[in-house]
């Protein structure tokens, strides 16, 4: 709650439902975004959240959400909930940028066709 408040009213919805997105994706649905443990996830929890992430959304997204959760660790840590190594080994995710591709569809008989006439 200490990070979310300190956004604008829109950037607090945005990290919201991405901070409860994240929370349910790791609790399995049973915990939201203000009753997870966020000072209990470690290194390899943040790297599996993004793994996890980065397979459902673009990575733009999943980048997004886990700046947020990172802020949110960053908090954690200032409370004095976490420790300082815990905390950047935690937030050190290498994250992956550019597009995924769309998926792919058959193509009609004619449209293999007028490819080989454009091409030819």
């Not at 901070?19 to 790791?26: M, N």
């Not at 996830?41 to 673009?58: D, G, M, P, V």
């Not at 420790?83 to 449209?111: N, P, V």
């Amino acid at each position: 709650m200490v990070y979310l408040s300190q956004l604008s009213v829109s950037s607090r919805r945005t990290m919201r439902g991405a901070l409860k997105t994240i929370a349910q994706i790791v609790s399995g649905g049973e915990l939201d975004a203000v009753s997870f443990p966020w000072a209990e996830l470690r290194y390899q929890h943040t790297q599996a959240i993004y793994t996890r992430l980065s397979e459902k959304y673009a990575f733009s997204n999943a980048n997004k959400m886990m700046a947020g959760l990172s802020r949110v660790l960053e908090e954690a840590w200032k409370l004095g909930q976490m420790s300082a190594e815990d905390y950047h080994r935690a937030i050190t995710i290498e994250r992956k940028t550019g597009q995924r591709l769309l998926k792919s569809r058959a193509l009609s008989i004619g449209e293999v066709q007028a490819l080989f006439h454009v091409c030819a």
